[in-house]
């Protein structure tokens, strides 16, 4: 074989490995995911993986996904049989009730807080980057009741988690469009609410330096399998922020 051959053969061996490292640096970066704390039976566990980007929209596999919706990312895991929407929330269905999304995990903005739940329209004010002033915002409002926060710790992250619910015999129909207001992203508009009376959610609020994240698990229902609402809980528990300390 001739020099010229030989330098042929080699390229043709070299050109797959190429590929194989670009598609894998465009697909996601290195991390060591530390999956301890969640059952091996549900959640497939490796010593290290490619992590890749949380997609945006549909059916997703078993695994930990990158999530950069904040200026810091963190990583969250998940099972089978879990959907995302718009990269910012996680819901499955729970297969003795046919309704979309009967627990979910989820962290859109949430900027403004309306004082009452029920009358909302023209009630959405703005909420202080802080994590304890959307803590408190919360505990403040009208027609729900949060449990009394209690202080976490997330990656190198302080924070507050809180239950929130509706409080009392409240009559969604008299509530301003049939539904009550809990957050939202906009000042004129309510992107987080409750289309019942008997929805459910924990919420974790971390402070990343300036900015807040705002991150909940919800059930739609008190009478969701209690399986489903286990499992979500984990997937809430799995996040872990990625400091690029």
């Keep these: 074989m ?31 995911p530390d ?25 997703i596999d078993a695994g930990t996904y990158l999530v950069t919706s904040y200026t810091e990312p963190f990583e969250i895991t998940v099972p089978d049989g879990w959907l995302t929407t718009d990269g910012d929330a996680l819901s ?7 309704d979309e999304g009967a627990v979910y995990v989820a962290w859109w903005p949430a900027d403004y807080v309306p004082t009452d ?22 505990r403040a409002q009208t027609s729900t009741a949060s449990t009394p926060p209690v202080e976490v710790v997330v990656g190198d992250h302080s924070g507050f988690e809180f239950d929130h619910s509706i409080e009392g015999d409240v009559d969604i129909t008299a509530c301003d469009r049939g539904k009550f207001c809990i957050h939202s992203g906009f000042s004129n508009e309510c992107s987080r ?25 919800a059930q739609s229902d008190e009478s969701i399998n209690p ?17 690029d300390k």
């Design 117 to 138: 739940s029920c009358a909302w329209q023209g009630a959405l004010v703005e909420v202080d980057p802080s994590a304890e002033a959307f803590v408190d915002a919360m």
């Design 2 to 32: 001739t020099p010229l051959e030989k330098a042929a053969q080699r390229s043709r061996h070299l050109l797959p490995l190429v590929a194989i490292a670009l598609i894998g640096c465009l697909a996601g970066c290195e991390y060591e």
């Design 193 to 217: 609410w409750y289309s019942t009376q008997n929805e459910r959610e924990t919420y974790r609020v971390v402070d990343l330096n300036g900015q807040r994240a705002v991150i909940w698990v």
């Design 227 to 243: 399986e489903l609402t286990t499992e979500a809980r984990a997937v809430f528990d799995s996040i872990e922020f990625k400091s």
């Design 35 to 59: 999956d301890a704390s969640l059952p091996s039976a549900s959640f497939p566990t490796t010593e290290a993986s490619t992590v890749l980007p949380l997609p945006d929209a549909g059916d």
């Design 92 to 98: 499955k269905e729970d297969p003795d009730d046919a």
